[in-house]
């Protein structure tokens, strides 16, 4: 058996302004071994998975009237799911000498999501002159509009929200010393986890881009953890 405590970046592949976040997977992984080198692991884990954004753009526009017009869009966005995730790998292993080696795991993996909340905060603001040192300050005679708003829902919502399934392949590789072992790995999604969402937020939002894309769950994860017998082989 096996516990460990990673710390991962998953961005959403496809997407332009998402960045990632830092979030965290605790698992607790049972190895079947077949021989001196082969294994077979599978388990259970814990993952909070986050995406977010914090921008702002200005762009020029025209009114109905055909005047010139700046526009301002900050959005400030947060992504979080919580999921249940099985994976599936064969693990070989590497000795270095007596205490140490190196062990390479790959395999499938399915993921449920179960919880976590989305949301969005923005504000557009609008002014005739960009050099203006109250560009967002409405006021008397320059022309200044200011508009804010915020929404919240829960991250997998039927209507809303991301698709809750997760099926994907993971590859890693951990220095074994003793029972304790540290290593890198990387995750692909194979789902989408949503089928149409604005490929750039900002250009969707000034009419610019149109395009919508289908992310997919891609991480690099670092995590340790130690080994420990649960029982007679």
């Known amino acids: 058996m096996k516990y460990e405590k990673t710390s991962f970046n998953r961005p959403r592949a496809g997407l332009v302004n998402y960045y990632l976040s830092f979030a965290s997977k605790n ?28 921008e702002a753009v200005t762009a020029l526009g025209i009114t109905e009237t055909g005047k010139q017009i700046y526009m301002g869009l900050g959005i400030d966005s947060k992504i979080n799911g ?30 449920l999501g179960i919880g976590g909340k989305s949301k969005l905060n923005w504000v557009l603001a609008t002014n ?10 409405p006021s008397e005679g320059n022309g200044a509009t200011l508009v804010n708003g915020e929404a919240t829902h829960k991250t997998f919502d039927k209507n809303e929200g991301l698709k809750c ?13 003793k029972c304790l072992f540290a290593g890198i790995g990387a995750e692909y999604g194979l789902l989408p986890i949503d ?10 939002s000034f009419q610019e881009d149109q ?23």
């Not at 599936?88 to 790959?106: R, T």
């Not at 395009?211 to 082989?233: D, M, Q, Y």
Request: proline share 5%; charged share 20%; glycine share 8%.
């Open 195 to 204: 089928k149409e969402f604005p490929k750039d937020l900002f250009k969707y």
């Open 128 to 137: 005739e002159r960009y050099d203006d040192d109250d560009f967002i300050t």
């Open 27 to 54: 698992q607790c992984t049972r190895w079947n071994p077949i021989d001196k080198t082969w294994s077979m692991q599978t388990g259970l884990q814990l993952l909070n998975r986050s995406y977010s954004i914090d």
């Open 165 to 177: 399934l997760d099926i994907g392949l993971s590859l890693g590789v951990d220095f074994k010393y």
């Open 82 to 111: 919580i999921y249940l995730q099985v994976p599936i790998k064969v693990a070989a292993y590497l000795p270095l000498n007596n205490n140490c080696g190196l062990q390479f795991s790959g395999g499938p993996y399915i993921a």
């Open 211 to 233: 395009t919508l894309v289908s992310p997919h769950n891609i991480g690099i994860e670092f995590h340790v953890g130690f080994c420990f017998n649960a029982g007679k082989r």
